[in-house]
């Protein structure tokens, strides 16, 4: 008879195997393997919930948890990266789910959400972010009076990062698909985390990560250039919520993913996309 266990740390390997084979086949399974075991400390209860019978694999609600500061109090999250249960399971889908969202003392997000899982979410009392993007075009740009540089080497990162910034830079470096560049300007800087990638054979970087929005905002034209020339990227995709303006020349979508975080104290403004499965999934076509 199936049941619902949790998922520890010897059963990932099937786990991992199962969402390869019923999920996203593009991601293998060493790479779901990395994103379970992700190299920030925290006090993880477990790795989500899965669907067992006998030997196999029936469904998953996989879930990252973190700690975060927030306004100088700690936080503990609960990320939900996969919810896949097989069709002749489906039945169990909600009990599935309803295991990780009575765990107690955490905020959850979802930040992959599709469509048809929506309405499920709102009914969770999930509440939406916006999910507003500008991709702008990044044309080859320099000038000498702009007092603006890009920094890359991680040495000079760390010592220009702030330690609550370097405490990020530390928890995400190890990613794989994840890059890192400080953009500094009038002795301001900004951290950028972000992908380079292909979407629909075009070259792009999607920034995920902006720690100082209005430095951000003087160098829009810098930062575009340095991604035109080190990954010959013609796009880059900003998240307009994490944006103090909109960059000239950007034209705005709206994804088709939704986003959506349920918590008793926290703001939209305290959710972003730190310590979660779009930082600890691999991409695929990442450059």
Known sequence: MAKIEVIR?????RVCEFLHQQLNSKISVD????????????DRPNYGFMLRKGDDVLGVCTAVYSERMIRGVKERFCNLTAWCVLPES??????????????RGYHFTDLTSLPEVVPIMEKLKFEFLD????????????????GGRIIEEAR??????????????????????LRHVVVEHS????????????????????VLHVSAPDVLSKSYSLIGSHFLRRHRALLTVWECRFLS??????????SRYRKLYRSESLQPTDIDNLYSELMSVEQPGAL
């Open 90 to 103: 489906r039945g169990w889908s909600l009990l599935l789910l309803k295991e990780l969202l009575d765990q």
């Open 31 to 42: 790479s779901w393997l990395r994103s379970f075991r992700v190299p920030w400390s925290c």
């Open 156 to 177: 000079e990162i760390e010592e220009t990062l702030t330690p609550a910034e370097r405490r990020t830079y530390e928890d995400h470096r190890g990613l794989r698909s």
């Open 245 to 254: 303006t909109i960059p000239r020349l950007s034209v705005r979508f709206q």
């Open 187 to 206: 002795g301001e800087h900004c951290h950028i985390i972000y992908v380079a990638h292909k979407r629909k054979r075009i070259r792009c970087a999607t």
């Open 131 to 146: 999910t507003t993007w500008a991709i702008m075009p990044n044309i080859p740009w320099w000038s000498p009076a702009s």
């Open 9 to 13: 740390d010897a059963d990932l390997p």
